[in-house]
């Protein structure tokens, strides 16, 4: 099963347990051997660092015209949790996943979120195993590839409320957190967006940034696209 992974992925991993450890979610390993430092989760925390690296190197080299908050905005969009899943969803990662029994039956394999932290465990795994040309080599395949100007559209929607409001004078935009869900190897982050201390937007994520980004969206959508 992991050879059409690898195949999917463009790659072969010299030690297949880096890539089945980069498979394992929390839920799993604490199920199974009570050791969350056996999940992917320390993988995933490398992988972000070496996605935001190689995809920065990238749009600074194919872009030279682009200032760097537009260039900014560009990488949050490649990055950013969607484009994550739908990377692994063309690899069919969650197939793949070794998910704990919870986690299975409430349909882990096809949460976003799971998905994207996957991705992320993957592409460190196969620095790893095969240094930053073999990372690298699965972002241009999965995420870089066939990506034009057009494509990139501003998912930094934290920066675009902020550029927004600031038009007029004396605006003031706040963030503040309104709950959390779900067990700690998954939790669901809730975050209002209040302009001049009005709520004009709410939204959620697997992080803070993410519900944060996600309220940004809303009061796009509720403040400037009527």
Not at 131 to 151: N, T
Not at 188 to 203: A, C, K, P, S, T
């Amino acid at each position: 099963m992991d050879e059409k992974l690898e195949a999917a992925l463009g790659y072969r991993f010299r030690d297949p347990e880096k890539l089945r450890n980069a498979l394992t979610h929390s839920s799993y390993a604490n199920e199974s051997w009570h050791n969350s430092l056996a999940s992917n989760e320390r993988l995933e925390f490398l992988g972000d660092s070496i996605l935001g690296m190689v995809v920065a190197d990238y749009l600074y080299r194919s872009f030279p015209q682009r200032p760097e908050g537009e260039l900014t905005r560009m990488r949050a969009d490649l990055v950013c949790e969607k484009s994550l899943a739908d990377a692994a969803n063309r690899v069919s990662l969650g197939t793949y996943l070794l998910l704990g029994h919870g986690e299975e039956q409430g349909g882990g394999r096809f949460r976003s979120s799971i998905l994207a932290d996957a991705m992320e465990s993957v592409l460190a795994a196969s620095y790893l195993d095969g240094g930053l040309e073999a990372a690298s080599g699965i972002i241009q395949r999965l995420i870089l590839a066939d990506v034009p100007v057009g494509k990139l559209h501003n998912a930094d929607y934290k920066t675009a409320l902020q550029e927004l409001i600031q038009q007029k004078k004396n605006q003031v935009l706040t963030y503040q957190p309104i709950g959390e869900t779900g067990p700690d190897h998954d939790k669901r982050f809730r975050v209002e967006v209040l302009l001049n201390g009005q709520v004009v937007g709410q939204g959620s994520g697997s992080s803070k940034k993410r519900a944060e980004q996600d309220a940004a969206r809303e009061a796009i959508e509720k403040l400037f696209r009527k």
